[in-house]
């Protein structure tokens, strides 16, 4: 099977029903996804399927087809997107083990609502759950990054 | 040497034993944070006289407490390079699911691991204290092992088969009225103890605590895999 994994192309042989996280994690090494539920309720497995934020742990790789996956590894080169800019400034993480995939879905967010609300931001990542509940700077961090964005 | 055998009255006894003191504190690879100490200039903490006199920095002097300070760990949380107790890999790593008993106690009294065995990547179906175990070569072949060994698995619940949360509340109810231990004497205890009562699924752990281990001569074990790994602590072993 092919994937397009952060822009590169790859041949996985796996079971086609294989979720497309264990393809990441435990066939390509890309670990910075994280397996939290496994049932798609807490979000720390988000990636982006050409930019949607998808629950990777409930995505069978054959449903991937030729879309390009982008995991946190690959949202840039250099941890230079707004979003992790915004969250690096504003010290958003505590543990960190949510955040892939809570940062996968506000880059997510902003490139379909560039100038998002607070309503927006709850909204998009309330399925993104986090044991240290930083949610207030979470939220004004979403807000940093839609202005790093377009200043 | 355990961290109670430590004297931390002592300023120069923490600059000597830093490095030690550091392994000790965040609670990982005791022996190397002794090897550490031993070559120490001024040897291991323990040679140090025991403080007479305790010299406090003062507080016009303090740098760091009482002002807020940056985090360090955000550039390599943000961009997925962090490593997680999860996200350790080696060569000939396994994964391990165990199905586990239903309930406190319970034992396997016999199961059948064919179809777990035909499972692509399922390397070996093992019985452990907890409940049976399936190894394999990726999370998901065992976690596709373990949803077919697990209907196959025959338990002897033992006592623990008749427990529920009302037979728990009516056993709390009646250890309740016991004496215990007096650790002093406040108020009407007894009345106050009369209503008490935890929800069983209040005291259960919501995720489960994994963890990852190396074995052989360059054997290692990192717990709880949703904590942040210390990089020095892995280049140690």
Not at chain 1, 8 to 31: I, S
Not at chain 2, 25 to 39: L, S
Request: with cysteine.
């Amino acid at each position: 099977m092919e994937l397009t994994v952060n822009g590169k192309a790859y041949e996985v042989d796996v079971p086609d029903a294989m979720p497309l996280l264990w393809v990441l994690r435990d066939v390509l090494g890309l670990t910075g996804t994280k397996f939290g539920c496994g049932v798609a309720q807490c979000g720390a497995c988000t990636v982006h399927l050409d930019g949607q934020a998808v629950r990777s742990c409930i995505t069978p790789v054959r449903a991937v087809g030729t879309r390009a996956v982008t995991t946190i590894e690959g949202l840039s080169a250099d941890g230079s997107h707004p979003v992790q800019r915004a969250w690096t400034e504003l010290d958003v993480v505590q543990c960190g083990f949510c955040q892939p995939g809570r940062i996968m879905a506000a880059a997510a967010l902003l490139r379909e609502k560039p100038r998002p609300t607070d309503a927006d931001i709850d909204a998009a990542l309330e399925g993104n759950l986090c044991r240290c509940g930083p949610y207030q700077r979470i939220r004004a961090a979403a807000h940093r990054a839609a202005e790093m964005r377009e200043p | 040497m355990p961290p109670e055998s430590l004297d931390l009255g002592r300023r120069d006894f923490l600059t000597t034993g830093a490095a030690a003191v550091a392994g000790l504190i965040v609670g990982f690879h005791i022996p190397a944070a002794e090897a550490f100490a031993r070559q120490a200039p001024g040897g291991p903490p323990r040679a140090l006289p025991t403080p007479v006199e305790v010299q406090l920095k003062d507080r016009s002097a303090w740098s760091r407490i009482g002002k807020p300070a940056k985090r360090l760990d955000s550039p390599e949380k943000v961009t997925g390079r962090a490593l997680f107790g999860q996200d350790v890999r080696f060569d000939g790593l396994k994964v391990a699911l165990v199905e586990r008993a239903p309930v406190f106690g319970a034992k396997v009294v016999s199961f059948d691991d064919a179809a777990a065995r035909k499972v692509a990547g399922v390397r070996a179906v093992v019985q452990v204290p907890s409940g049976v175990a399936v190894v394999a070569d990726h999370f998901y072949a065992a976690r596709e092992g373990r949803r077919a060994l697990a209907p196959t698995i025959k338990w002897d619940l033992g006592a623990g088969g008749a427990l529920d949360t009302g037979a728990l509340r009516a056993q709390y109810r009646e250890m309740a009225q016991r004496p215990g231990a007096k650790a002093g004497a406040k108020g009407d205890a007894a009345a106050e103890k009369a209503g008490w009562g935890t929800p069983v699924a209040a005291g259960r752990a919501r995720a489960a605590w994994p963890c990852t281990r190396r074995s052989g001569a360059s054997w290692r074990r990192w717990p709880r895999c949703r904590l942040p790994v210390r990089r020095f602590a892995c280049t140690a072993s």
